[in-house]
């Protein structure tokens, strides 16, 4: 498929795309800013960071949950990550034109959003400490430097787990409808625990939406090698568990009411729900 002809076709997904990550910015943004923003009422209610950052992984655990969910986000598959659509890339079922534009989409929908918020919230949210939410190694133990080494296991390691559980989920016929449910909850769980260590990002377009407008381009270098290097090898590590033909589709939910753009399926306007499900579980 052409890249001209792929526009024509693809083109909703490409927004949903956009429009997804745009919008888990901007929760991310308005969560960062109502919990971290000394002047906040919700900072004085919690003044515990551990708590916060607690409170903010539930948020947005329950923010990508609903995106993941939602009638556009079963559209296009809700990658709402590069290194997601360039780990299925890798494992042929994603188009090559596809994974260009929706790549292309998710840093600029990103961006955009981050963009938003900053118009939206102004000071509480560009300055420090909320700083754009952008994700940096956390300081070394002498205070002087950033720990980037540990931030860039710790970005592996999330990465590679969330696709393996990705993969082994959305592989069962019987466990499939709970993958976003799963991947929303290791967000939740990541930002709890591991964003000390590298503020938790495992998608460069979600890093880059914060740091270009923050001009944070010191360690960009390890959110965009991290996440995929960990992502690959947690796919890698299914092919070695399960195989390739466990692989379904790139979609992290597959509705028998929306099309795939992935897997060329195409709901049946006329055909009865029983006979939609078994076209489904067919691919």
């Known amino acids: 498929m052409r890249a001209l002809e792929a526009l024509r076709r693809h083109w909703p997904e490409y ?9 888990f910015m901007i929760a991310a943004g308005a969560v960062g800013t109502l919990l971290a923003y000394p002047g906040s009422p919700l900072h004085a209610a919690f003044p ?3 708590l916060r950052r607690v409170l903010a992984g539930l948020a947005m655990g329950t923010t990508a949950i609903a995106l993941i969910y939602s009638p556009w986000g079963k559209r296009s598959g809700a990658h709402m990550n590069p290194a997601v659509t360039l780990t ?5 079922k994603v188009r090559g034109w ?3 534009f929706f790549i292309a989409a998710q840093f600029i929908g990103g961006t955009l959003g981050v963009l938003l ?3 939206i919230a102004g000071m509480a949210f560009t300055a420090p400490p909320v700083n754009y939410v952008a994700t940096l190694p956390a300081p070394s133990a002498d205070g002087m430097s950033s720990a980037v080494g540990t931030a860039f296991a710790a970005e592996a390691v999330i990465s590679a787990v969330l696709m393996l559980a990705v993969l082994i989920v959305s592989s069962s016929k019987r466990f499939a409808p709970f993958t976003g449910i ?3 909850c290791l967000v939740a769980l990541y930002i709890s625990v591991e964003e000390p260590l590298s503020g938790m990002s495992m998608n460069p377009a979600r890093t880059f939406a914060s740091a270009a407008p923050a001009m944070h381009w010191q360690h960009l270098w390890l ?3 991290a996440p995929v290097l960990g992502m690959l090898t947690g796919a890698q590590i299914f092919l070695a568990l399960r195989g390739a033909r466990q692989i379904a589709c790139a979609k992290l939910l597959h509705p028998a009411d929306q099309r795939c753009i992935h897997c060329g399926y195409e709901p049946d306007p006329s055909a009865a729900a029983a006979g939609a499900t078994a076209q489904l579980r067919s691919i």
Do not use: M
Request: a negative charge; aromatic letters at 14%.
């Open 48 to 50: 515990d960071p551990t």
């Open 223 to 225: 959110y965009f090698t």
């Open 98 to 100: 596809d994974a260009v």
């Open 88 to 92: 299925f890339l890798r494992l042929g």
């Open 182 to 184: 799963v991947a929303g």
């Open 15 to 23: 927004l949903i795309e956009a429009w997804a990550l745009g919008t």
């Open 117 to 119: 918020i900053a118009a």
